[in-house]
């Protein structure tokens, strides 16, 4: 199974802060990565997939890049409804695979 | 606007058996992969299996195959998770998703709670 790692497992940051999120696959997925976003008691939310396009609807300070095996999630200028729970999900074999999420802490 | 809405969680005992629906509107189900994924209490998201837009092709993660089956009803509008030999380590919120293409998540449902407990 292809591993995901997350780092960090949580950060805290203020408003209008430049925020990122690393993903490690442990083996070559290409650009198949998604990210998600959870709030406290909520379904999670579809951010990006193929690494960089953002799905309908998803401000434009939420930007996702990939180099090698390292994909990159940021967040432009954090807004009060930004914080939560980030995840990545690799989507190139199966079974599909998770990072252990990224929680979004207000400083 | 699409709609997910998942049904049949509750409390099972280990070994029970329990079905899941999903009841999808909003957009033409017949066309669309659907997924199952599961988050257990305070923990992550974890993929549990996939059906493409027929039904023919059906993938699941290592741990719930040969006890989940996952299978839809398109004339329904419905996707269905059939769990047996339920453990406590299936106790999770299970949700419902659409796929757009094999496996690239975009909606949500807002997830049913499955409980295995004696």
């Known amino acids: 199974d292809i591993q995901m790692t997350q780092s960090p497992s949580s950060l805290s940051a203020s408003v209008g802060d430049r925020v990122t999120i690393t993903c490690r696959a442990s083996?070559?997925?290409?650009?198949?990565l998604a990210w998600f976003q959870q709030k406290p008691g909520k379904a999670p939310k579809s951010l990006i997939y193929?690494?960089?396009s953002l799905h309908s609807g998803v401000p434009s300070r939420f930007s996702g890049t990939a180099s090698g095996t390292d994909f990159t999630l940021t967040i432009s200028s954090l807004q009060p409804e930004d914080f939560a729970t980030y995840y990545c999900?690799?989507?190139?074999?199966?079974?599909?695979?998770f990072g252990g999420g990224t929680k979004v802490e207000i400083k | 606007e699409v709609q997910l809405v998942e049904s049949g969680g509750g409390l099972v005992q280990p070994g029970g058996s329990l079905r899941l629906s999903c009841a999808a509107s909003?957009?033409?189900?017949?066309?669309?992969?659907m997924s199952w994924v599961r988050q257990a209490p305070g923990k992550g998201l974890e993929w549990v299996a996939n059906?493409?837009?027929?039904?023919?092709?059906?993938y699941y993660v290592d741990s719930v195959r040969g006890r989940f089956t996952i299978s839809r009803g398109n004339a329904e509008n419905s996707l269905y998770l059939q769990m047996s030999s339920l453990r406590a380590e299936d106790t999770a919120v299970y949700y419902c998703?659409?796929?757009?293409?094999?496996?690239?998540?975009?909606?949500w449902g807002q997830g049913t709670l499955v409980t295995v407990s004696s």
């Open positions: 998703a659409r796929d757009v293409g094999e496996a690239v998540t975009d909606s």
């Open positions: 909003g957009f033409t189900f017949s066309s669309y992969w």
């Open positions: 059906i493409k837009d027929d039904g023919i092709e059906k």
């Open positions: 083996q070559d997925i290409s650009n198949y």
């Open positions: 193929a690494s960089s």
């Open positions: 999900q690799q989507y190139h074999s199966y079974p599909l695979t």
